[in-house]
Structures are given as C-alpha cells and as structure tokens.
C-alpha cells in the first residue's frame, strides 16, 4: 500500500506540475490527491484504529488552517489596497527615462515591495507598470525578466514575502527577525549579479508610450488605505513577537482594522460606489484556488510525513550529501522545475526540530534556496508564471536571456550565505 501511496503521489504532482499543458487546475488535482491519499493511508494502517487516524487528521488540519487563513488575510489587505489603487503612491514616482535607472529602480522597488506583500503579487503590479511606460519591445522583456528575479529574491528574506518563508515561520523553524537577517544580504546579491550583469546592454533612453508619465491626482483615500494596509502587514511579525500568538492571528487583526478603516472613510458614498471598495468586494476577487490547492497539497504531505516515508528520504538524502547546505541548494535547483510549495511542505516534514533546532541555519538555507531557485526557469515560480501569462513571454526566450543571469544571482547568493554563517 506504501507503493501505491508513493505512485499516486508522483502522480498527482505530475499533474499539477503540467497544469497547463493538460488544462486541469491545480487545486483540484491537489484536493483529489489529498483526500485519496488519505483514504488509502486509513485503510492500510493496520495499528492505529479509524479514531486514532482521524484524529491525527484533525491536528493535521489545525497546523495547516493556520497557514491557510493567513495566506486568505493577507491576500485580502493586498486586494483592498489594490482596489483604491493604493500600489500607484509607488509607481507613480518613477519618472527616469533612461534604460539603466529605470533598471536599477524597478528592480529595488520589486525587491522591497515583495518583501512587505509577496512575490507574486508584486510581480503583476511591477508589471503592469512596465506595460504601461514601455511599449512592447526586446528591452521590455528584460526589465520582466529582472521583476521575475528581483520578487523572488525580495520575497524570500521576508516572513511575509514567500510562501514557503511564510510556512517556515508559522511552523516554527525560523523566527521573523533571524530570516531579515541572515538572507537580507543574500538575497540582495541574488538580484545585485544579474543586475550588474545585464547593466551593460541597457544604454541609452527607453521610449515611452504617450501617456506614461500623465498621472492623476494621489486621494486621501489611496493613501490611507495604502498605508494601513502596508503598516498591518508589517505589524504582523511584531504582534506575534509580543503576544505570542500565531501569525494568522495578527493578520486577521489586520482584516479587520482594515474593514473598520474603509468603512469610515466611504461611509457618506452610495451603497453602489462603496461595494467597489469594501472588504467583501476584495475577498471575491482573492485567488480562492491557490488557497484550495495549499489546503490539498499539505494534506498529501501529511500523509507521507505519517506513513514515515519523509523521515527514510531524509535520511537517504543525509546519506547521499551528507552535506546540509548541499541538501539545501539541491531542493532550490528541484524548485525550478516544481512548485516549491510542496517541496518546502515535505522538507518540513523530513526534518524535525530536534534534527535541525529553530533557526537552524538549515531552515534559512532552505528558505534562500527554494524561494529564490525558482528564478531559474520562468515555470519555477508563482510570480514568473503569472508574468509569462500576463506578457507572453516564451520558456525558450527566457531560458536564451535570463536563465543564466538568475541561476548565477542564486549561485552568488548562496555562497555569500555560506561566507556569512
């Protein structure tokens, strides 16, 4: 039955690894896998009665909620924010024409932003910029292609600005103020290389479509939305430093200072205008799919993790590298061929705490490598799939110009990594 398990779980992540050539979203390969893996697992333990399996669904399920309800409370506060237009207080203060700067300054404004809300998100709003400032041309591409890098590397020193950071926070193996900074330093080097590298072909003045700098007014209203929005997720950390509660806790305290917030400021409009900026507008338009495919996802790793299969990988894989930050850069290159998602949720599974302790530098390792490895290849990623459907951009064109470029920030990252610890 183990077999079976195994088979049907490489399976299920070919399928969601080819979501797009078969046309079956992801979530709902993961949910079917989750839930068959499950009845399986119930059915050929032969030790532990249905009671005892279920309730080991059940705490299961309570680790991976915490997850879940973060991810939908942020997602919710960045949709608000995007929905007063709250990202053009940034965007609108880009006014270089010259090919180098805008470079330079679109890449560090992706870098931060992606830190404070998450790389996938700031990869389509940094984007759509671009789309509006330069017409459709070889150069357009490469600032993409830096936005593609640049998120991933901003996302991933943050607690807050990758999944993968965010499910290692929650789940105990790194702290919010050691991951800023062990992978600040990293991370930065991991967009400064290819920057650098790709500087000397980006002479001369871009030419802008026409009305590309024609900015309207900032409101009152943006900026306080803007602002809130941004000051909640950044008290995240804080607030769980302080009361020691999960993180989910603070974001959902966020949600609804929020509510609170936009409910005063739209309060004399009509009923009609103020849905457009509610909170109830903003969570139809969250990617609700994403969080049905994490929920699948880490229920499938659960059942590996219980089964024991997780705990013989990682020893045959201690076995193999005998080498941790080996083990860790490995799992970032696999990342750019598969979602890095569930490959952090079975690592996580692989290594306890008692293996490796808080904050081991293992877990920051694997946090650098995997959030940023995926820059690899444009499918590696969340952010670099959303951008290649948003632009067009090819798998060949970007593994011609930008594959090298990343795979050298990656590299340069993780050896500064190992230099720092």
Known sequence: MLSLIIILFVLGYLFIALEHSI???????????????WVLYVHSNSTDTPHAINEQLMNSLGEIAGILFFLLGAMTIVELVDAHDGFSLVTQRIKTKKNL???????????????????????????SL??????????????????????????????????????????G??????????????????????????????????????????????SKERAVVFYSGIGVLLFVPVFKSFTHLPPFMGVLFGVGLLWVITGIIHKKKNEEEKSIYSVMHALQKIDTSSILFF?????????????????????????????????????????????????????????SLETYPVDHTFWHMLAYATGTGGSALIIGSAAGVAVMGLEKITFTWYLKKMSLLALAGFISGALTFWLLN
């Open 101 to 127: 700067n805008l470079a330079w300054t679109i890449s560090f404004i992706t870098f931060i932003l992606s830190a404070v809300l998450d790389n996938l998100t700031t990869a389509i709003v940094m984007t």
């Open 23 to 37: 046309g079956i979203n992801k979530a709902a390969s993961a949910l079917l896998l989750g839930v068959i893996l």
């Open 295 to 351: 929920l699948g996802i880490l229920l499938s790793v659960n059942v590996l993790q219980n089964t024991g299969l997780l705990k013989q990988l990682a020893l045959s894989m201690a076995d193999l590298f005998g080498n941790y930050h080996l083990i860790a850069i490995c799992l970032g290159a696999i990342s750019s061929l598969v979602d890095n998602v569930p490959l952090v949720a079975a690592v996580i599974g692989m290594y």
């Open 173 to 218: 193996q790194i702290t919010a103020a050691k991951v800023v900074s062990n992978l600040f330093i990293p991370s930065l080097i991991c967009l400064l290389v290819p920057l650098l590298l790709m500087s000397k072909n980006l002479k001369g003045e871009i030419v802008t479509n026409t009305e590309s700098f024609q900015f309207s007014k900032l």
């Open 130 to 171: 671009v789309r509006k400032i330069i017409p459709f041309s070889e150069n357009r591409l490469k600032y993409i292609g830096l936005i593609i890098i640049a998120a991933n590397a901003g996302g991933a020193w943050s607690p807050i600005g990758d999944v993968t950071t965010t499910m290692l926070w929650i789940g």
